[in-house]
Every structure is written in C-alpha cells, then in structure tokens.
C-alpha cells in the first residue's frame, strides 16, 4: 500500500526528496497542472504511473501565463477535491498493475516560484523569463501575447526543482507541447515530453478546469467547436490538402451557430466568438496553405463564450454566475499519410 502523498511547498525538501528517490533509482514523472483537477489530469497521472515508479504532481496557478484582462482571480481553486482525487487515485493504482504512485504534490507559494521580482504579465515587464520565439507569437502566442512565455518560464523552473525524467501533458494543449519540445531540445533538458489523448465529455467537449463557468446555456453551444473542427477533419480524410478546402465548412458550420444564436433572444441565446480557426505546422506552429501529408498538421481551434446577458431565476449559469467570458480551446492531429 503507498505511503500518505507528500505535499511540498518550498523548493529545498522537495530537492531532497527527490535526491533521495535518485538514490533508490526511482525515475519520476511530473504532472505539471494549475489545480482544479478532472479527468482529463487524472489520465495523465495515469499514463505517468504507468511509465515512471514514482509521480509528482505540480499545483499551481502560474500568473505569469495569463494577461492583464484575463481570468486570473477567477480561476478555480478545488485544494480539498484535488487532494481527494490524487488520495483515491493512488488507492487505485495499489489495486491495479501500474508501476508507480503518485509520491508528491509540489504546491508552491508565488513568492517560492517568482524570489525575486513579483510576477508581471506585461509583455514589456521585468523579470527572468523563458521566451521562444518564434512560436511564442503563434495561434495562442497572437491572441495572448505572454501566454507561452509564462508557460515556458514556469515549465522550466519545474523541471529545473524535480527534474523529471519524463512530463506528461494532454492532447488539448498541444500548442504548449510543441514549444516545450522546443525548450527542452534547444536547452538540451534531461526530460521526455510525452503527450496523452485529450479527454472529453459524451458529447466530446474537452473537459477543461474553465468549464464550470459555462452554465448549461453556453454548455450546449460551447460544443459548437469541437464541431467544426470535425467538419475540417472530414475534409483532410476526403483527400482535401489546401488549407482553403479544409477549413472553408469549420468556417461556415461556426458562422452558421453563431447567426442562430444571434437571432434567439437575450434569455435563449448563447453568444460566442472565434477567435481562430488554424491549420498548422506541427513543428513550427505556422499557418500552413497546403498541408505536407508526410507532416501532417495540427488543426485547432479558439472561441470565446460571451456572457450571458439575461438569466432565469433558476437558470445554471455555471460558477461565476455567467457574467464573465470564457475561453475554450481544442485541436485535433491530423495524421501524416503515407
């Protein structure tokens, strides 16, 4: 049976921790995530458990990855449900076949990860940052210009406290996962990036921390997405290559819900925004006219769930009360041919 998770907060026990776990010839895998687990976590901490004898998971709401107007303050904090979560996982994983368990939460004060200066999401701000350029300026680099900076800044710290023999991150951020590769090969990092299938729910939303915001209104047109990218899918499977043939019915399937939702009134609609729609260089992250099938692409996807602008009394309007706008990603590989 595992021993209690040890929870760490300061970067000098866990070091010593994870020296002694060398010593014993444990390898590790690290998870890195912001909290307010699912699902979608838990698979990959599997997936860890699977190929690593011992598991850490990070916590940690990193400020340097969001934007000035973005929703820091309001991200979810579940401290209690996630510790829950991990506790019955590694019970599970006593009972199954899985090499490993979960052997430590790293949960770090801002001060510990930021010593120095405070955090800035300036772009012009001061501060030690990891910047990778250019696919920092790509897809979710353009619309959140100090996303993927704050994402790489905070992955290498991670990796530089517990160097993990191997960090396991979801489909859903695949993004990340190519400038991390990118980070982890130019600066010649003793880590493996391994990528796990993002999980979704039974209509196939993927499941994000972000969506306890939606409320059942925008829940059910939030899936708008994963739609379109699906219509584009189908035209790359149809033997489609130019950029224009595979996006062009993604495009019109969103305009199209978009114009439905605009003509219901206040109390019925569910506004959204794309934000983009992208056919991309797997390695590069650049907008790609025609795709290479020896390549393939990344296809993805933005959108921003406007707020709700007149509830019912008794409505779900999910956390937040609906007011605020929420962001959703998603993406799908599509697969070189041969």
Known sequence: MSSPIKVFRDVAPLRDFRRRLIYDHEGVGLVPTMGALHDGHLSLIRQAAEENSGVVVSIYVNPTQFGLNEDLDSYPKTWERDMQLLTELNKELDAGSARGRIKAIFAPTTKTMYPTLPPTSDPAGHGSFVTITPLATQLEGASRPVFFRGVATVCM????????????????????????????KDFHLHTEVRVGPTVREADGLAMSSRNVYLGDRRRKVAIVLRRTLKAAEQQYASGKRRKADILQPAIELAHSVATEQARLSPRETALFEVDYISLADPDTLEEMDEVDVSRGAILSGAIKMQPIEDSGDDEDCGLGGGVSTVRLIDNIILDRVQ
């Open 157 to 184: 710290k991670l990796f530089s406290i517990i160097m993990p023999e191997r960090v396991y991150f979801g489909q859903k951020d695949i993004q990340q996962t190519v400038v991390i590769r990118r980070m982890v």
